[in-house]
């Protein structure tokens, strides 16, 4: 049997196109079938040899079992999965589901109601994001009530963050709500200083210069015209260089802002996940501004855990989720607020004083929390509390 089988759909995203959904569904899977549970995937695609190259190999080697659907309309999608994980089901046994959005969880209601216990895995604030995206009120309205079914209806709930699971617990009444932020697989994502000392020497970064660095999407969330402007404060200084490191999701569009101003300070690449750890440990400084609103409070960005993986130091803005306050507690970095850059300016100077005279001390707090809290095999005492310990009769099918 599977002890426990993600159902993944939504409407743009899938795993061969998201690092994010890479990174938060394919390695959380990796990491429970390294943990001894058995598991499994239903997932749409577009691009077959695509999906194996970003994932598919991997979980095929890991002897996970999984069911692809050819993405088409979203109402044909949930037909098609509802279906495939109807067979798989009957075929092998389903013990539970883990689900992380509300098409992933009608799916599993259309191909098998009331025969698959599953748990859903709440990433953020569903309604104000359809709204910071510039969708309807209305549709908001219909998502909020769709995540409400969900969520009440789940054998347990996870969430990313606190924030997160007491909002969860103040409008759906769920009091048992679990944290699990977004993490990583450490391990995979550190780079020893050898290959770091390489990376930066095919940047042509000196020893001496210290790299401000972004690494994700350039949707409007991610604030990047606000992050360029601090940076550019720091022109003035020339041992600060800029590494710009986007990737081909489908959230990776909208205007960087003008970056001609930088000239060669500024390095702009697009790599494959495979190649980011190596990038990203060729920076100093890793920048994640983001606005004050309910989506940032409640969010548990995997950029934060990256950058951790990495080593680098880290300049984010308050209120975002757990990791604001673990910035300031564990000495992490620091916190600039997007309304207010300027003022920003002598924080991030400070900071950037810090590194450059203990870079090795950021190194080592960085690495020392992202295994503590945001690696994936720190979370086994609360899996084995949703899925039992295996290879024992998990809790879903005990309950």
Known sequence: ??????????????????????????DQLLALNASGYRVGL???????????????HRLEAAGVGVSLVPHTSLGVNLLRVGNAVRRLHRSRGVRCAYVRGIWGRLAIAIGAPGSIP???????????????????????????????????????VTAVSRPLADMLRREYNRSDVRVIPSSVSVDALAVSDEERVRARDELKIGPDETVFLYSGGLDYYQRIPDMLSLWESFLGDPKVRFLLVTNDAPNTRGATGATERFGRRLTQLSVPRARVPQVLAAGDIGFMLRESRVMNAAASPVKFAEYLAAGLAVVTSPGIGDLSELVTSERLGALVDVQRVAEGIPVVGALLREVRTGRAGFRQRALAVARE??????????????????????????S
């Open 42 to 56: 239903v997932s749409t695609f577009r691009d077959r040899a695509r999906f194996d190259r970003a994932i598919g």
């Open 1 to 26: 049997m599977i002890d426990v089988a993600a159902v993944v759909l939504d409407v743009d995203f899938m795993l061969e196109n998201s690092p994010v959904f890479q990174a938060q569904v394919g």
């Open 118 to 156: 599953y748990i859903y895995d709440v990433r953020g604030a569903l309604s104000d994001e359809t709204r910071a995206g510039g969708s309807a009120r209305v549709k908001a309205s219909i998502f909020r009530m769709l995540e409400r079914e969900s969520v009440r209806s789940a054998r347990a």
């Open 373 to 398: 809290r945001y690696d994936w095999r720190s979370h086994l005492a609360i899996y084995r509390t949703l899925y039992g310990a295996p290879p024992e009769v998990s809790a879903c099918a005990a």
